[in-house]
């Protein structure tokens, strides 16, 4: 009864049906939006109208496939299509790979009529036949009057390989969605923050206590006024406060801390600081105005308690100024950093206030899978070697020889030939 269920788990047809179950969910879990909150799926998904006629968003829900990587029964096919590469390793390619490590003699002249490439040859010289053989680097054996020659043995060893590969990916893809997490911060420049706004995480996962404290952030620009490129100033500090690490990041360009990632990923402006004639220091905040072609930021600033009277003041970029209006929308000019408004209360525009949007990541399956995929790229390589077998039989004066290969067909037909030649 064992035997029969690991047989069924290593026959192939099997494990294609697993693998297309995974693709499916995989499908699935790329066409709906993973890991969204409740309200989005009904909008997206409602009772009434169901896409595809059963997809609405209680189904969704109830099935897991608002997260599709982490539920027990993504976790499940995974688990039982590892167990069918294994049960396929241990019971069909090892004893292949021990069969052909065997000296599989051919007793009688009959089976070289079932080969592809055979001949007789007659009056010919066996050692000679021998010495072109091992100048191909073909292991050779033999017993008496039969030879039995292979070479190109490793090559049977890929699909071997191939699984292995395939379990390590399946393995880093389970340890990633269990201890992993991803978590969106946007933090106002010289503060320090902790990881706490997690977007999503596994069963298992640990989320550091580290404190992270942004020195600085600044933006590059291109000749035409649009962005090239944007860093922070990132250090990663102790239970003490002392700094570890530090490095300044930028798009591609992450920080990397115990097998933490801090990307840069977004930006944003929060505030006007101001001083006036009393040395006083005010801080407007900025509201962010919706833009498709470019971020945009205003503020009002009252000339009394009112709040009736002031000025509009709006800004698209971090190169040190800020543009200023009237109430009725009329353009006064352009202020920048240290420069005075001539207002009712005159103020300095002291420091455009920003904060940098860093996405947190860690995945400790990613190093696994890659090595998965290494493995998988050694194999196609490997596959490449070709199998080859030669038979050969001494009898009185003939020499019946022939052979096979499990691939380069035409490459081998012209070794067989310069053998034989």
């Known amino acids: 009864m064992k035997q029969k269920i690991f047989r069924l788990l290593a026959d192939l047809r099997f494990a294609i049906f697993i693998l297309l179950l995974i693709s499916f969910c995989s499908i699935a879990g790329t066409i709906i939006?993973?890991?969204?909150?409740?309200?989005?799926?009904?909008?997206?998904?409602?009772?009434i109208n169901?896409?595809?006629?059963?997809?609405?968003?209680?189904?969704?829900?109830?099935?897991?496939?608002?997260h599709v990587y982490k539920t027990w029964w993504f976790f499940s096919l995974i688990l039982l299509f590892g167990i069918s590469?294994?049960?396929?390793?241990?019971?069909?390619?090892?004893?292949?790979?021990?069969?052909?490590r065997r000296c599989q003699f051919f007793r009688t002249t009959g089976q070289f009529y079932r080969l592809k490439f055979s001949t007789?040859?007659?009056?010919?010289?066996?050692?000679?036949i021998l010495l072109r053989i091992k100048n191909n680097k073909y292991s050779i054996f033999q017993?008496?009057?039969?030879?039995?020659?292979?070479?190109g043995l490793i090559g049977r060893i890929a699909p071997i390989i191939v699984h292995f590969s395939m379990i390590l990916v399946l393995l880093g893809?389970?340890?990633?969605?269990?201890?992993?997490f991803k978590a969106q911060e946007i933090v106002p420049k010289t503060e320090t923050f902790h990881i706490q706004?997690?977007?999503?995480?596994?069963?298992?996962?640990?989320?550091p206590k580290t404190s992270t404290r942004i020195n600085d952030f600044w933006i590059t620009y291109t000749k035409n006024k649009t962005i090239s490129q944007f860093y922070s100033d990132v250090s990663i500090l102790d239970n003490q406060g002392n700094e570890t690490n530090r490095k300044t990041i930028s798009v591609n360009y992450p920080l990397i801390s115990n097998s933490v990632y801090y990307y840069q990923t977004d930006w944003n402006l929060i505030g006007l600081r101001f001083q006036n004639l009393k040395n006083e220091i005010i801080e407007y905040p900025l509201i962010n105005v919706f833009n498709k072609e470019s971020k945009v930021w205003l503020t009002w600033i009252s000339n009394n308690s009112s709040l009736n009277e002031g000025i509009i003041t709006i800004i698209d970029n971090l190169e040190g100024y800020c543009s200023v209006y009237n109430e009725n929308g009329q353009f006064l000019g352009n202020v920048e950093l240290n420069e005075t408004i001539n207002f009712k209360t005159p103020l300095t525009l002291l420091e455009i206030i920003s904060s940098?949007?860093?996405?947190?990541?860690?995945?400790?399956?990613?190093?696994i899978i890659y090595l998965g995929f290494f493995f998988l790229m050694l194999s196609t390589l490997i596959s490449y070697i070709t199998y080859s077998q030669i038979w050969i039989i001494q009898k009185n004066q003939q020499i019946f020889i022939g052979g096979n290969t499990n691939r380069a067909i035409f490459e081998f037909e012209l070794e067989f030939f310069k053998i034989i030649k």
């Open 33 to 47: 939006e993973q890991d969204q909150s409740i309200e989005t799926y009904k909008i997206n998904y409602p009772l």
């Open 50 to 66: 169901p896409v595809f006629g059963f997809l609405s968003w209680d189904r969704i829900l109830q099935f897991g496939f608002d």
């Open 85 to 100: 590469l294994i049960s396929c390793t241990f019971l069909q390619q090892l004893p292949s790979l021990k069969i052909a």
């Open 120 to 128: 007789i040859l007659n009056n010919f010289s066996f050692n000679k």
């Open 143 to 151: 017993q008496k009057n039969i030879i039995y020659c292979y070479k």
């Open 173 to 180: 893809t389970i340890i990633g969605s269990l201890f992993g």
């Open 197 to 207: 706004n997690i977007l999503t995480n596994g069963q298992l996962t640990f989320v």
């Open 356 to 367: 940098t949007g860093l996405q947190i990541k860690t995945d400790p399956g990613i190093p």
